[in-house]
T-cell receptor, first 109, second 112 residues
């Protein structure tokens, strides 16, 4: 099956800093989604982004499908941004999402 | 409010017992999914259903069973055949397969 690798595995920031999270995948995909999991376990869908760039407030994402990677940008980070960020991809051959291992983000005040 | 409701939030199971986790959605979504998450790990797909009365095994289906008798409901049974069931279980749904996916709040299962 498809392989999904996220980097870095852990990231510690001071409030106000910017960051870039990366997601590499090993094969062509139908779609790619980014999620944020808060400390209580709730997963929130951030972006549905099979290609191109999208922005939502301080967050933006870019997927370059031909090069098999996606980037999630967080600007002016806040303590509430802490948690685990996952990317997930749907293979062209299937109808289910495969998740990466996530990036654990800690934003300190 | 529209959304996905999982229950119970916390569940303790004795070894050898079957338990059923409930998942209900009122989003009128066709596709529903069950994922398992172990501490510090990503999510692994257990089962998914694209339409009522149909479901497919995911990557780790052994020791689990599901049913999809109604569009809004997709219960997961963790059987005694699942040797290491302690985990966080997440139910999700999407309008159709391949669309944006939304998650419930999850259920913590602990074997005692």
């Amino acid at each position: 099956g498809i392989q999904v690798e996220q980097s870095p595995p852990d990231l510690i920031l001071q409030e106000g800093a910017n960051s870039t999270l990366r997601c590499n995948f090993s094969d062509s995909v139908n779609n790619l989604q980014w999620f944020h999991q808060n400390p209580w376990g709730q997963l929130i869908n951030l972006f549905y982004i099979p290609s191109g760039t999208k922005q939502n407030g301080r967050l933006s994402a870019t997927t370059v499908a031909t090069e098999r990677y996606s980037l999630l940008y967080i600007s002016s980070s806040q303590t509430t941004d802490s948690g685990v960020y996952f990317c997930a991809v749907e293979e062209t051959s299937g109808s289910r999402l495969t998740f990466g291992e996530g990036t654990q983000l800690t934003v300190n005040p | 409010d529209g959304g996905i409701t999982q229950s119970p939030k916390y569940l303790f199971r004795k070894e050898g017992q079957n338990v059923t986790l409930s998942c209900e959605q009122n989003l009128n979504h066709d596709a529903m999914y069950w994922y398992r998450q172990d501490p510090g790990q990503g999510l692994r797909l257990i089962y998914y259903s694209q339409i009522v009365n149909d479901f497919q095994k995911g990557d780790i289906a052994e020791g689990y069973s599901v049913s999809r008798e109604k569009k809004e409901s997709f219960p997961l049974t963790v059987t005694s055949a699942q040797k290491n069931p302690t985990a966080f279980y997440l139910c999700a749904s999407s309008r159709y397969s391949g669309n944006t996916i939304y998650f419930g709040e999850g259920s913590w299962l602990t074997v005692v």
